[in-house]
């Protein structure tokens, strides 16, 4: 049993519980271990592929929206060009398809009941389906860099020019993602905290000093208010992730006493989440919403209606972040984060299979008949509480353009979906942090 001094109960319970976790050297090594790995992370990211045009490269993301949002998720490593400027999204896009076809594929819904084992062949299939997208990410971006730029910024780039370089700089960035997930898996491993979401955390935070030349030109009232809105905004995103409808559950339990059996009646209950998709919506809407301006630059010289048509689906999605957008585009944007949850939310849902767990255990819901009438019934709970979840997530997307209106900020260059990360990434960290604390009888973070 860890005790403590009367100096040590009176220090603040967040320092106390860092100083604990520092004592304990396994879980000291766990945090020097994901530390590490950041750095590791850091310094790849800095290493650019070769034959770039440093300056061709600055000229294509001048001004340009799209590159700076794809750049901050890559933690500036797509602004530098670096090994890593792919991150691990197309990982995070191979994950996603794969949660979408399990409960569509027989084989992958029969893997994903074998337990672990199929888990574990899922979980590769996921890594192999990552290398072409990886390689098809790696081309669109470099070919769309190169569009927005007056001289190429990797010369020769393209297989109608110089196939061998092509090819070689795309298994460079292929390797790089591949690289990054493989930190982010020994961090899960070894480390604290789940190792893809850290990896794209650190990136996110890495890109946090440059908004300070933006913030400083503003006035004491717009940095006041900026403020405000990011405490208030991550107030309602801790308790939107932790919010939880439980549902409550009996189940009867058998126990032998003097030669006889006994049945008594347990309690329990479901924790169904209001949030229950995660970041995943805003990923997919805030993708989406970068096509049409991307797909229009490619029509704005072309005359007549069509380069009409053409700059205004630039004046409305190319501005679109940090509070400069137009209307259209948050309106689109709001819609899409409420289709995306109730879809993602439902195949997560289906993928848990409560219902059928509930009838194997010989649990049940009170007043609700076991099968077919209990699944109708978290159904419709789900589709309830799921409400609230697209809303807070639909609110959170657009809550650049409320910053804009109300500190007249046009130069935030942070998305909502990269807030949301960080402040999802922190919670999770911490209750894996406040888990090892507990089993050595220490207080956490939390409680």
């Known amino acids: 049993m860890a005790t403590r001094s009367a100096t040590e109960s009176n220090r603040p319970q967040l320092f106390q519980a860092m100083v604990d976790a520092f004592r304990q050297p396994d879980v000291r090594q766990k945090l020097l271990f994901t530390l590490a790995m950041l750095l590791v992370f850091r310094f790849v990211a800095h290493v650019p592929v070769p034959n770039v045009d440093r300056d061709a490269l600055s000229a294509a993301f001048e001004g340009n929206a799209v590159l700076d949002f794809l750049s901050i998720f890559s933690g500036g490593a797509l602004q530098n060009l670096s090994v ?23 084989r992958l819904r029969a893997l994903s009941e074998e337990g672990e084992q199929g888990r574990r062949r899922i979980q590769l299939y996921t890594h192999w389906l990552a290398v072409p997208l990886a390689l098809v990410q790696g081309y669109g971006q470099i070919i769309f860099i190169n569009s927005n730029s007056n001289v190429p910024v990797i010369q020769g780039f393209g297989f109608e020019n110089d196939v061998f370089s092509t090819v070689a700089t795309l298994i460079t960035l292929t390797a790089g993602t591949m690289f990054l997930v493989w930190l ?5 491993e ?17 890109t946090l000093p440059g908004l300070i030349p933006n913030i400083s030109t503003s006035s004491i009232i717009a940095i006041a208010a900026i403020v405000i809105i990011a405490l208030a905004l991550t107030f309602f ?5 932790e919010a939880q409808r439980r549902i409550p559950v009996q189940y009867a339990r058998s126990s032998f006493r003097g030669g006889r059996m006994y049945r008594q009646q347990g309690q329990s209950f479901i924790p169904l989440k209001v949030n229950m998709a995660g970041m995943i919506p805003l990923i997919f809407a805030f993708s989406i919403m970068i096509l049409p301006a991307v797909v229009a630059g490619y029509f704005v010289s072309a005359g007549g209606w069509i380069e009409s048509v053409a700059n205004f689906f630039i004046d409305q999605f190319q501005g679109g972040r940090g509070g400069g957008g137009k209307g259209l585009y948050w309106a689109v944007l709001f819609g899409l984060v409420l289709v995306f949850t109730f879809f993602y939310t439902i195949i997560q849902y289906q993928q848990q299979n409560i219902s059928k767990n509930l ?6 819901i009170p007043g609700i008949r076991p099968g077919p009438p209990t699944e109708a019934y978290l159904l419709r709970v789900v589709t309830r509480i799921t409400w609230g979840g697209a809303l807070f997530l639909g609110l959170v997307a657009i809550s650049p353009f409320f910053i804009g209106l109300a500190t007249n900020v046009q130069a935030m260059t942070i998305s909502s979906a990269g807030f949301l990360i960080v402040v999802a990434v922190v919670l999770d960290t911490m209750r894996q942090l406040e888990s090892q604390l ?6 956490g973070f939390i409680n």
Do not use: D
């Not at 890593?84 to 994950?95: C, D, K, M, Q, R």
């Open 84 to 106: 890593a400027a792919l991150g691990v999204y197309p990982f995070i896009t191979a994950s996603i398809i794969m949660n979408i076809l399990t409960p569509l594929v027989g």
């Open 184 to 188: 982010g898996e020994l961090i899960t």
């Open 190 to 206: 070894n480390g604290i905290g789940n190792g893809i979401s850290l990896i794209i955390f650190g990136g996110i935070v890495a």
């Open 237 to 241: 995103i801790v308790f939107f992730q």
């Open 359 to 364: 009838q194997q255990q010989g649990a049940f």
């Open 438 to 443: 507990v089993m050595r009888n220490y207080e």
